[in-house]
């Protein structure tokens, strides 16, 4: 759907404008739909990036630090959101071995196990994407905005 019709809204000052409002407009779908499939798990997009994160590190330890460093949404507190990945069980905290000073964080089998429940319905809704967007058009996208961004 284009986006003068999604927000009624027929004109723009210009193209830069309409590509603005279009990004946020888009950006809050992909939220949205990501929030229905992370609720039905009982955590936040933010928890599921957190734990991708540290999959990623899997089997090593990673700190909060180098976690939000490479989070998607910066504006969150690492703390918080491991605390409460702490209390699910789905990832552990201990003291660093070499710098007593600097905390570990790591993924539990439990923690995975969410991870690999989750991947179905977030592939069906990728799936959807690709119904809709080329992978040519995927790559041009995901080019442009990073030119955008510098």
Same mark, same amino acid.
């Given at each position: ?16 404008? /309409?590509?603005? +409002? ?8 992909? @939220?949205?739909?990501?929030? !229905? =499939?992370? %609720? ?47 209390? /699910?069980?789905? +990832? ?8 007593? @000073?600097?905390?570990?964080? !790591? =993924?539990? %089998? ?41």
């Amino acid at each position: 759907m284009k986006i003068e019709k999604a927000i009624k809204q027929p004109k723009f000052n210009d193209a830069y404008q /309409k590509l603005v +409002v279009n990004l946020f407009f888009t950006s809050n779908w992909l @939220r949205d739909a990501q929030n !229905s =499939i992370m %609720k039905q798990y009982d955590i936040l997009p933010q928890h599921y990036n957190v734990l991708r994160i540290l999959k990623g590190k899997h089997p090593e330890a990673s700190c909060p630090g180098d976690i939000k460093e490479v989070m998607i949404d910066k504006g969150n507190d690492v703390t918080r959101l491991l605390d409460k990945l702490v209390h /699910k069980g789905l +990832v552990k905290r201990s003291l660093c071995e070499e710098n007593r @000073r600097k905390m570990d964080v !790591s =993924i539990t %089998k439990e923690g995975l196990q969410l991870l690999n429940d989750i991947e179905s319905p977030l592939q069906d809704h990728l799936a959807e994407i690709k119904r809709r967007v080329s992978t040519e058009e995927a790559e041009i996208m995901s080019s442009l905005l990073d030119k955008m961004r510098g």
